[in-house]
């Protein structure tokens, strides 16, 4: 049992919050965003009306398979995220409790397990009851579990691509035709059940599409390098939707095209969608904690400290040949620092805190993953040991279970680290 | 009797010090390798001579491995940990850590970072068995460990020793699962403490005496008469049923434990090595055969597996020993509970923690169940 869970004082976040401030307004290219992500819950609803096989998938299962054979998918990490940003999330954190999920699993399957017996979320969007599970343990091994419980609940079958963690420096070729000979079985497989024609040249077409989008991401987070930067880091959260989910496609390239346009802007007039004064620009390491979002953005803002770089967001900008199945089964093996071995993850941190301009590291210790957190400590120490003692800091908390933060250990605990930055840099200053 | 008493008790001993087997191996000059729970290849390391010791932590303070495992980590990952950084492993040259869950993807690495004179041999096994490229892939990784063995301990493992030592392990596998069988005729002597000392001392022994011991004690359990037992029979199903504390209130209930799916005990033993010319392949035969909740399958052979694991051995219930922290078990208990109970049969889960005195809650639930049944 979790001690933090059974605490009896825990309450949504927006039950003990004081009455909030109008929001700002949003930019174009977040209602585009908004927009293109609701369409595609719509379009999975209606695609199911009209009789077709719908599926959900893991967040980093190969999108262009899917796309390729013109199926509609649905993510329900993404949609476990959307229901605790909009603070929905404890009715179906209970439900699952109460049903024979323990307390200690990740909060995004227990949500997506209520989710599988409840069906509704309203206001938040709904998913599409599915027709079959594509499932990708490159995010993490829980996932699967996760998937055949949906799986078995709803009776229906799963497509399994096991990308096999990397525990040596790169993806090893064994892995490659290993990884090549799945996607070629689930393309049959998923091809056959659904009643669809696979068409090789189309799926190059999504992979350029998808590369062309991933090029696009990439740009968007590279003007974190800017300093002060045009945008507030935090923002990339709010993108992560259109690139999880129509990755594939043309009009997520729109949704980027503008979000560009929005920063060239910014830069033009010396502004940025940071709210304050930038001191400090760091890395955030892990999974926003999504019911707390605009309150650590507010504790942040507070101290002038920006989000400037993540790793979680990158996990999502494949870098591979289009047309070329053996180097997508590379990419999606090697992207997320959850399948890749320490070395790895130290070596792409101190890569980005050198190019970003990275004055700390803030570390979440997500009690709903422990495969991000049952190495975080040596990474902690790693990183700052390869980049020159560079300081850092953690705090408890959850995706997506409100009862697993605590907004004082939050502020208490960025206020020292804002010290411990500043002490940092006018040492590094003093030389 | 006396004989088989003799030999009970030296499988306790065995069971309760693996530090002391370990200076003896030592002493004696052979080479040890440890390996995490709860399958590695340790028939390739058995090949060259070297003793495969497993690893299942201990009940011991955590102090060191908290700089690397949170308090939410499996608490037999925290103490393996906490023995390989505070020198109890000391004198074994390498582990073999399999990445079977996400706590282990990230054990292999804290203990290759953080235990230096102690070499670490990952691997990662197929997850996805239904297709051939599977167990191609799980060859090409086998082999892996098979060259870091030779690296690191100087020795050539020879295809004419690992079918040998295969030979070994399976005959054993037939022993264990023999003796699981008999026990239930004698439960008066194989209590569920003598019957877990009996799974876990294979652990600390080479597979080849074991073995030995174990076809004494079982041709001995063969001639005794068969014993009727009074009290009430159960099933566990899980990673461990540690520590003895756990069993001694079973024991105090007169419950007994008829069969287990645990994966320190049975699940080691329920499927034998293929048959074949290629060692490896043999081995990684065995991985594709398996019916393991660490394994995607779609099928959840592990339903079947347990209630017929109760209806065969006439059990009344069973207890789920469930691993704190570990997320594959409980996902697992989300299919099997209700099915379970749909049987008929009344489904108790008790929390595993290898912490010392954590078991007084269990006490008085398995009592409820004991006055239930």
Not at chain 2, 195 to 202: I, L, M, Q, T
Request: hydrophobic share 40%; net charge negative.
């Amino acid at each position: 049992m979790n001690e933090q869970n059974m605490n009896p004082a825990a309450v949504q976040p927006d039950q003990a919050a004081a009455p909030a401030k109008p929001k700002r307004p949003k930019s174009k290219s977040q209602l585009m965003a908004g927009a293109l992500l609701d369409k595609a819950y719509n379009d999975t609803m209606e695609a199911r009306a009209r009789g077709e096989k719908i599926g959900w998938a893991t967040s980093l299962f190969p999108q262009e398979i899917a796309e390729t054979l013109g199926l509609h998918i649905v993510y329900p990490e993404n949609h476990g995220a959307a229901i605790a940003a909009k603070k929905l999330a404890a009715p179906f954190l209970e439900y699952a409790e109460a049903h024979d999920c323990n307390n200690d699993l990740c909060s995004y399957a227990k949500i997506d397990i209520a989710y599988a017996d409840i069906f509704d979320c309203s206001p938040a969007s709904n998913m599409a009851k599915p027709d079959f599970l594509l499932i990708g343990n490159n995010g993490c091994n829980e996932i699967t579990k996760w998937f055949e419980v949906i799986g078995r609940k709803l009776e229906i079958p799963t497509f399994m691509i096991d990308f096999t963690y990397n525990h040596m420096p790169y993806v090893t070729d064994s892995r490659v035709q290993y990884i090549k000979a799945q996607i070629e079985q689930v393309i049959e497989a998923l091809s056959a059940f659904t009643g669809t024609t696979w068409d090789p040249d189309r799926f190059a077409e999504i992979m350029r599409v998808s590369t062309e989008n991933r090029n696009l991401w990439e740009q968007v987070a590279d003007y974190l390098e800017l300093q002060p930067s045009p945008l507030s880091g935090f923002d990339l959260f709010n993108y992560m939707g259109p690139m999880v989910f129509t990755r594939g496609r043309r009009e997520t390239g729109d949704v980027m095209r503008q979000l560009i346009a929005e920063i060239e802007e910014h830069i033009k007039n010396g502004t940025s969608t940071f709210p304050a004064k930038e001191e400090f620009r760091v890395f955030w390491e892990g999974i926003a904690c999504w019911p707390y979002l605009s309150h650590n953005l507010k504790t942040l803002k507070k101290y002038g400290i920006n989000v400037c770089a993540t790793a979680y967001a990158r996990a999502w900008s494949l870098d591979y040949t289009p047309g070329d199945i053996e180097s997508l089964a590379r990419a999606y093996a090697f992207t997320s620092s959850n399948n890749i071995l320490l070395e790895e993850s130290v070596r792409r941190r101190k890569e980005w805190n050198t190019k970003f301009h990275i004055d700390g590291t803030i570390y979440h210790v997500n009690r709903a993953c422990k495969v991000m957190v049952c190495q975080q400590q040596e990474l902690m120490r790693q990183v700052s040991e390869a980049c020159s003692g560079l300081p850092y800091m953690s705090f408890d908390g959850d995706q997506a279970d409100f009862r697993n933060f605590s907004e004082a250990q939050f502020e208490t605990r960025i206020e020292a680290f804002a010290e411990l930055m500043r002490k940092h840099k006018e040492e590094r200053r003093n030389g | 009797m006396a004989n088989l008493q003799e030999k009970l008790q030296y499988l306790k001993e065995v069971a309760g010090n693996p530090g002391k087997q370990l200076a003896q191996y030592l002493r004696q000059g052979r080479q040890v390798i440890g390996t995490f729970p709860y399958y590695t290849p340790e028939v390739l390391a058995d090949a060259a001579g070297i003793v495969p010791m497993g690893m299942w932590g201990a009940q011991t303070e955590i102090s060191q491995a908290r700089k690397y495992l949170v308090a939410f980590a499996c608490p037999i990952m925290q103490s393996c940990m906490e023995l390989g950084l505070n020198g109890t492993y000391h004198g074994v040259k390498a582990v073999m850590i399999p990445s079977m869950c996400d706590t282990l993807r990230c054990v292999t690495q804290d203990f290759k970072l953080g235990v230096r004179d102690i070499a670490c041999i990952p691997f990662t096994y197929p997850q996805n068995r239904k297709i051939p490229a599977a167990a191609a892939y799980l060859k090409a990784e086998f082999t892996q460990v098979k060259e870091r063995i030779e690296e690191i301990y100087q020795v050539a493992i020879e295809e004419e020793a690992v079918q040998k030592s295969i030979a070994v392990y399976n005959e054993h596998n037939v022993q264990m699962r023999r003796f699981a069988k008999l026990a239930n005729d004698h439960l008066d002597v194989v209590t569920p403490i003598v019957r877990h000392e009996v799974f876990k001392s294979a652990w600390f022994m080479t597979k080849a005496e074991h073995l030995e011991i174990m076809k004494e004690i079982n041709d001995s359990l063969e001639t005794l008469p068969a014993h009727i037992f009074a009290g009430k029979k159960v099933i566990l199903t899980g990673i461990t049923a540690e520590p003895e504390g756990l069993l001694q209130i079973l024991e105090d209930q007169n419950l007994a434990v008829a069969g287990d799916d645990l994966a320190q005990e049975m699940r080691q033993y329920r499927t034998d090595i293929p048959e074949g010319d290629d060692g490896i392949g043999r081995l990684a035969g065995q991985w594709m055969n398996r019916t393991d909740p660490m394994a995607h399958d779609d099928e959840i052979k592990r339903l079947e597996l347990l209630g017929n694991l109760l209806k065969d051995n006439d059990a009344q219930a069973l207890i789920v020993c469930l691993m704190k922290f570990c997320d594959p078990e409980e996902y697992e208990f989300v299919a099997y509970n209700k099915y379970i109970k749909s049987l008929g049969y009344p489904v108790l889960s008790i929390d595993i923690d290898q912490q010392p005195g954590a078991y007084d809650q269990a006490r008085t639930r398995i009592q409820t169940l004991a006055e239930m049944l």
